[in-house]
């Protein structure tokens, strides 16, 4: 399923996420929380094909960049630009196993919120 980035619906990791079973339960949730509005430039983003959400040091959740579906807005607040992007959430596969697993992978974090992106492949 794709979301609007329009749509999303909070920000921020619920403490109800933490046990891997009720994570699964609300993959898109997190994808909601997770796919805007962040501080970086288009021509950065339209480099990567995936985010991951990341949580207390830990790999949460995986998204594929919907192609071509960044978007701007400038924030009522501070009137900085920031960008979010349509998803699809990755919930199987070998890619997924690597990124985000059963339980997450825990990795070492340059800021205390990152998202993780991964290079789109030529």
């Not at 607040?77 to 959430?89: A, D, L, N, V």
């Amino acid at each position: 399923m794709k979301y609007l980035v329009r749509s999303r619906g909070g920000c921020g990791y619920k403490p109800e996420w933490l046990p891997s079973n009720m994570r699964k339960k609300h993959y898109e949730e997190i994808g909601l929380s997770a796919c805007a509005w962040w501080d970086f430039s288009l021509e950065l983003a339209s480099q990567y094909e995936y985010a991951v959400a990341v949580h207390r040091g830990v790999t949460r959740a995986l998204m594929r960049i919907k192609p071509g579906s960044m978007e701007e807005k400038i924030m009522p607040y501070s009137g900085k630009k920031r960008r979010g992007f349509q998803f699809e959430i990755i919930d199987s596969g070998e890619l997924f196993d690597e990124v985000v697993g059963k339980y997450g992978h825990r990795i070492k974090m340059a800021q205390t919120q990152y998202y993780w992106p991964r290079p789109n492949k030529k």
